[in-house]
């Protein structure tokens, strides 16, 4: 029987096929997801709800709509496609859409879930290839996740 998560997962696939990169919006959408649920479990918040924010937090970028203003945009397109999967009720759809919608801004510091979404979107940024330099506007961040998780803090790249 599928959930929830596995039913808004199929529309984000269906999404990510019709998109011009497929490729990167898989990799990405999943591994912000994925550390979604991973600092979820570490901070003692909602799985589903982490990991919800994770696979849309840029459908905006996935639909073609992205721009400067992703975060905000990409918000808007999650409360409408999660209204219209009926599957999510109000109180849930604002920590995601407010997550989504802060997460480009990385130097403030919001609400859990949005903080979480940060995080993840760093962690996948510079996880991706241990090669790539750790840009300048996300370093601080990323130490501080790699000291909460008791890794090596030393900046790679």
């Known amino acids: 029987m599928e959930n929830r998560l596995e039913i808004l997962r199929t529309e ?13 919006y898989f990799s990405h959408l999943y591994c912000v997801s994925h550390f979604c649920t991973l600092l979820a479990l570490r901070r003692s918040l909602n799985v589903e709800l982490a990991t919800t924010c994770g696979m ?3 459908i905006a970028n996935v639909k073609g709509s992205g721009g400067d203003n ?3 945009k990409g918000a808007e ?3 409408e496609l999660l209204r219209t999967l009926n599957l999510y009720n109000d109180g849930e759809i604002k920590i995601i859409t407010t997550a989504i919608s802060r997460h480009s801004d990385k130097k403030a510091v919001h609400e859990p879930y949005d903080e979480l979404l940060k995080d993840a979107d760093v962690m996948s940024h510079c ?3 241990h090669d790539f330099p750790v840009s300048e506007f996300e370093s601080e961040r990323y130490k501080q996740i790699l000291a ?3 890794c ?3 900046i790679h790249g």
């Open 56 to 58: 849309l937090h840029d």
């Open 152 to 154: 090596n803090t030393a």
């Open 127 to 129: 996880f991706y290839n």
């Open 77 to 79: 397109e999650s409360e």
């Open 148 to 150: 909460e998780l008791g």
């Open 12 to 24: 984000i696939d269906k999404l990510i096929m019709s998109s011009p990169r497929p490729r990167n």
């Open 70 to 72: 992703h975060a905000l």
